[in-house]
C-alpha cells in the first residue's frame, strides 16, 4: 500500500497564477481531508470530503479556491488567482476508522 | 480555527529525560489523538484515546484525558533524540462525524 500521496512536493509560482494540487488516498478510504499548514503552526481544515461528498468546507475561501473528488477517489485542490499569503503547506489526508493517514504535503511558494 | 492549544510550545530536553505535552480543548468530543510530525513530512498518528478513557499506553507513550478540563496530556518517557518532531493533538467532535480539527502543537527537540 503506498499510502496517501500529493503531487507535486514542491510548487513555486508567481502571484496571481493559478495552482493545482492532487491528491490520491488510500484505496477504501472514504473521508478525505484538505489542510492549510503555516509554518510553526498546526494543520487547519479547508474542507473534508465522504465519498464524493464535500460535508464541510467552511473554511474554504471560496473566492478563489475550488475542490473536487471525482468518484469520490482522487481530490484536486485549485487556486486562483493566488495570492502572497497562499504561501504553505497543503496536507492530503485520508481516513476509514479512528486514524487519519497524511500525505507528505505540496509546499506551495508565491512570489 | 483549531480546536486545541498545547502547551507549552516548545520544548527542549536531554535524551533520557521525560517529555509531557498539554493539550486543551473547547467542545465536547469522541475521541482525541495524538500525531508525530517530522520537519518537512506528512503527520503520523501516534495514539487515541476515546472520551469514556481516562489513561491509554503505547510502548513509550502515555496519554489521559480529562473531559471535565477539556484536556489531555502526551508523557514521552525515556525520550530519544528521534523523537524530536512536532507533537499535534486532535479532536473529533461529539455527535458523530469526523471533524479532526488540530491544535498549534508543541515543538520538541531532544539533545543527545
Known amino acids: 500500500e503506498a499510502g496517501v500521496v500529493q503531487s507535486p512536493r514542491y510548487k513555486i509560482i508567481e502571484k496571481k497564477q493559478p495552482v493545482a494540487f492532487w491528491c490520491n488516498p488510500i484505496s477504501g478510504h472514504n473521508t478525505l481531508y484538505w489542510y492549510l499548514q503555516n509554518l510553526g503552526q498546526g494543520p487547519e481544515l479547508l474542507i473534508r470530503?465522504?465519498?464524493?461528498?464535500?460535508?464541510?468546507d467552511s473554511q474554504l475561501p471560496k473566492d478563489r479556491f475550488s475542490a473536487e473528488r471525482l468518484k469520490g477517489v482522487d481530490s484536486t485542490l485549485k487556486i486562483q488567482p493566488a495570492e502572497l499569503g497562499d504561501s504553505a503547506v497543503y496536507l492530503c489526508a485520508s481516513r476509514f476508522g479512528a486514524e487519519a493517514f497524511f500525505g507528505q504535503g505540496t509546499r506551495l511558494t508565491v512570489v | 480555527s483549531q480546536q486545541g492549544e498545547e502547551d507549552p510550545q516548545a520544548l527542549s530536553i536531554q535524551e533520557g529525560e521525560n517529555a509531557t505535552m498539554n493539550c486543551s480543548y473547547k467542545?465536547?468530543?469522541?475521541?482525541l489523538q495524538w500525531y508525530r510530525q517530522n520537519s518537512g513530512r506528512g503527520l503520523v498518528h501516534l495514539i487515541l484515546?476515546?472520551?469514556?478513557?481516562r489513561e491509554k499506553h503505547s510502548g513509550r507513550l502515555r496519554v489521559t484525558l480529562d473531559t471535565s478540563k477539556k484536556s489531555s496530556s502526551l508523557l514521552i518517557t525515556a525520550s530519544r533524540a528521534a523523537d524530536t518532531a512536532s507533537y499535534f493533538c486532535?479532536?473529533?467532535?461529539?455527535?458523530?462525524?469526523?471533524?479532526?480539527?488540530f491544535g498549534g502543537g508543541t515543538r520538541l527537540m531532544v539533545k543527545p
Open positions: 486532535a479532536t473529533d467532535p461529539s455527535g458523530g462525524g469526523n471533524m479532526l480539527t
Open positions: 467542545t465536547s468530543i469522541n475521541n
Open positions: 484515546i476515546r472520551s469514556n478513557e
Open positions: 470530503y465522504e465519498n464524493e461528498e464535500a460535508v464541510d
